[in-house]
């Protein structure tokens, strides 16, 4: 198959992408942690850790979260390198240092950093290690849990008990975090791997960082400009190539709305889904990306990079007419009139005064 | 013939190179009208070149234990400026764009020597140069970029045939003229920086 720009598209091998072998690894090793919220605090709290046993019930429950962490997390994340430039990450490195010698103490440095990152409006957690090791391919899970408070019912053969229960963990659908890390060489791999983080478009730029920055020492594996440009590039590219005039102004409609999603996290795919776009038009945009990965690969949204590459908006009418505004702007400088839908015969119209005017020599 | 000889032999015919071909176009399209740059290329790291670092030892011990992984320059690229002024803008637009794990600036240890000057950056492979011909679980992971004037490359090429063998084989006189030839560039690139910087600024005042 071709896309648009003539490259060969992949099949849909993104998760493939980054971790070289997609194999199934069995969980070994699992060690869990108290996390404290000690942001700021001079003393911190003693961190109580233990190993669970594989024969428990909670192992159930992890044995899946260790399996569809790949799926699961969605985010494509690197670990940044020094201040001084050198390739050197301190998370990195204490979790290379568990790998290599699991255990309650390894585990606990790696517990240490993230309580000394959680403010307390993140709150109490319960962070789990979990690893496994299988014909030299190796992967690890961390993930946090955060506390809640609940109810406990207890049904009795007549009634019905209901006690208050502190310090529940449960995997939050809002604010639920884990990582996940896959490579063979202790040495050379271990620099990318994928996050999961429902807060990570929270206003509050402390809990949006919290996980991915502060604790990972980490970021999209895409940078805001790279990704901006390529969606911006891609929607070009599809307004171009669209046969459907209608497809052309949805992509257009989209672009316009998109300074909304400044800072924001998302991807070419969320980019279509957020607004909505047909599937025609989601599969037009779809063939100017060269794989499922560039599709789906994470960044945050630039504004000013995006107005680099689309900033102009035109139309051109049978009659010959072209009009050109800025993107942004075009609807409020030429009001639309829809004159005959079946035909889609429109009205434009503007006014202003003239402050330059100039002949092209050819239409470009 | 070693396993690790075969096996980048295989690798480099039916991934690096062609992996390297589509790098350079990315970066040509990613820099299209910088005036600043004169040439842009990639390279895949030659089958010998990548034997001879992979046999290297640390003391005594081997230094890769893991050639494939370890070994972060099977793919390397070059961006050639004009002036040395040129070289920060273009790193500032790398750093932008590419995720990186490592960037140094490469300088003579002693102030009062000349030598290899550069800017060298270790970056993840964009995710836009995979699909089925070349899919990213057989490609490494990272490339190695140089940002260098053409005086710094220029010495540089000639340096690395003429003078790239153990410093000891060297005479000391031999050793001067390396260090000539440095400096020379040093000074060239130094000369020829200040006088755009003048022409510039004298242009724009006409």
């Not at chain 1, 257009?252 to 969320?270: F, H, N, P, V, Y």
Request: hydrophobic share 40%; with cysteine.
């Amino acid at each position: 198959m071709t896309n648009g720009n003539g490259h060969r598209r992949s099949r849909d091998y993104s998760r493939q992408f980054l971790w070289q072998v997609a194999m199934s690894i069995a969980l070994q090793r699992i060690y869990s942690f108290l996390v404290h919220p000690d942001k700021r605090k001079e003393e911190q709290s003693k961190i109580r850790g233990t190993k669970v046993d594989s024969s428990t019930r909670l192992i159930e429950m992890l044995q899946k979260i260790f399996d569809s962490a790949d799926e699961e997390c969605e985010y494509e994340i690197t670990f940044d390198s020094a201040s001084d430039g050198k390739q050197h990450n301190p998370r990195r490195d204490q979790i290379i240092a568990f790998m290599r010698q699991p255990g309650l103490n390894s585990g606990r440095r790696i517990a240490l950093e993230l309580q000394a990152v959680t403010t307390t409006n993140s709150g109490l957690g319960l962070f789990f290690i979990l690893y496994g090791e299988s014909n030299g391919n190796k992967k690890i899970v961390l993930s946090r849990f955060p506390a809640n408070s609940g109810i406990l019912a207890d049904e009795g053969e007549d009634d019905l008990t209901v006690e208050f229960v502190e310090k529940v963990f449960m995997k939050s659908a809002t604010a639920y975090k884990a990582a996940v890390y896959r490579g063979k060489s202790l040495d050379g791999d271990f620099w990318d791997g994928r996050a999961i983080d429902r807060q990570t478009n929270s206003e509050i730029l402390a809990i949006s960082n919290y996980w991915i920055k502060h604790f990972l020492l980490s970021d999209f594996r895409a940078t805001s400009a790279q990704g901006t440009k390529r969606l911006a590039a891609a929607l070009l590219v599809a307004t171009r190539n669209a046969t459907d005039a209608a497809v052309k102004q949805e992509i257009i409609a989209a672009a316009r709305l998109s300074g909304g999603l400044t800072g924001k996290s998302t991807s070419i795919k969320d980019f279509c889904r957020r607004f909505h776009l047909s599937p025609n038009a989601t599969e037009t945009i779809q063939k100017q990306v060269r794989n499922d990965a560039v599709y789906t690969e994470k960044f945050r949204f630039n504004r000013d990079e995006f107005a680099k590459h689309i900033v102009i908006q035109s139309v051109e009418l049978k009659n010959g007419a072209i009009l050109m505004a800025s993107a942004a702007d075009f609807d409020k400088v030429f009001e639309q009139k829809i004159l005959n839908e079946s035909n889609n015969d429109v009205q434009f119209s503007t006014h202003g005064q003239i402050v330059d005017q100039r002949l092209k020599r050819k239409r470009s | 013939m070693s396993n690790v000889e075969s096996e980048y032999r295989a690798r480099y015919e039916t991934v690096l190179v062609p992996l390297a071909n589509r790098l350079e176009r990315h970066l040509r399209d990613h820099f299209d009208g910088w005036t600043s740059i004169d040439r842009i290329v990639a390279r895949a790291k030659s089958a010998d070149r990548f034997v001879a670092k992979a046999a290297a030892l640390t003391d005594g011990k081997m230094k890769y234990r893991e050639p494939f992984d370890q070994i972060q320059d099977q793919i390397g690229a070059r961006i050639i400026t004009r002036f040395l002024q040129h070289v920060d803008p273009i790193s500032a637009n790398i750093d932008e764009y590419f995720r990186k794990i490592e960037t140094q600036r490469i300088e003579p240890d002693s102030d009062a020597e000349f030598g290899y000057f550069g800017r060298h950056f270790v970056l993840f492979l964009p995710t836009d140069l995979f699909d089925d011909e070349i899919p990213a679980d057989r490609a490494p992971k990272f490339f190695e970029l140089q940002i260098k004037t053409l005086y710094q490359h220029a010495w540089a090429e000639a340096n690395h045939d003429l003078a790239y063998k153990p410093q000891g084989q060297l005479t000391a006189d031999q050793k001067r003229k390396v260090a000539f030839t440095a400096a020379q560039s040093w000074g060239a690139d130094r000369i020829f920086d200040e006088l755009c910087t003048e022409l510039t600024v004298d242009a724009k005042r006409t």
